[in-house]
């Protein structure tokens, strides 16, 4: 069910069982399996923050950037550029995951459960979505992602410990339940 990510860093164990990292299919299976996990939760009670991607809006494009749509409000913030600046074909807006990330922020207050579309470059330099990376980890609130495989030893520099859960609803909803006791203080088991 879960493993452990490989830590090549100093291990930072205080998220260790309380972040995952869903691995093993493509980015829009993952984030159709983040939206039913979040709906499944919250129909259970679990108050749960977060923000997922959706497709670009130009199926051509060459850069898998589109829109994220927060957890809590549902409100959609674009995060394609129409056009790449110079010097790059991604056509990545960082201003607009600036905005995702700071509607997250608000949307976290009291939450169980953080759901992030995914640790990717932006993240791995200390911008995009990871200030709720880094909000989550202070807070102790099990955090739910995937990791672009261009970036995982940045990954592995802030979350060594991070569990790598299958990309399959049951899998995801175990570890929940598990990270979910290591936060209340009852025995994972």
């Given at each position: ?15 260790a069982g ?24 919250e129909a ?47 056509h990545l ?97």
């Amino acid at each position: 069910m879960r493993t452990k990510l490989p830590a090549r860093t100093m291990r930072n164990t205080t998220m260790a069982g309380r972040i995952a990292v869903v691995d093993g299919t493509d980015s829009e299976t993952i984030q159709r399996l983040f939206a039913a996990v979040a709906a499944d939760l919250e129909a259970e009670g679990v108050k749960v923050a977060g923000a997922l991607a959706e497709a670009p809006p130009l199926q051509d494009s060459t850069c898998s950037a589109g829109l994220l749509r927060t957890l809590g409000t549902g409100e959609a913030y674009s995060i394609h550029l129409d056009a790449a600046p110079a010097g790059t074909s991604c056509h990545l807006d960082a201003r607009g995951v600036e905005l995702a990330c700071a509607a997250v922020l608000g949307d976290m207050r009291g939450c169980d459960l953080v759901v992030l579309s995914k640790f990717g470059k932006l993240e791995a330099i200390g911008e995009g979505l990871f200030p709720v990376f880094a909000a989550a980890a202070v807070a102790r609130t099990p955090t739910l992602t995937t990791v672009s495989a261009r970036h995982r030893q940045a990954w592995l520099a802030f979350a060594p410990d991070a569990d790598l859960v299958d990309a399959d609803i049951a899998a995801v909803k175990r570890w929940w339940h598990q990270a979910s006791r290591l936060s209340t203080g009852d025995p994972p088991y």
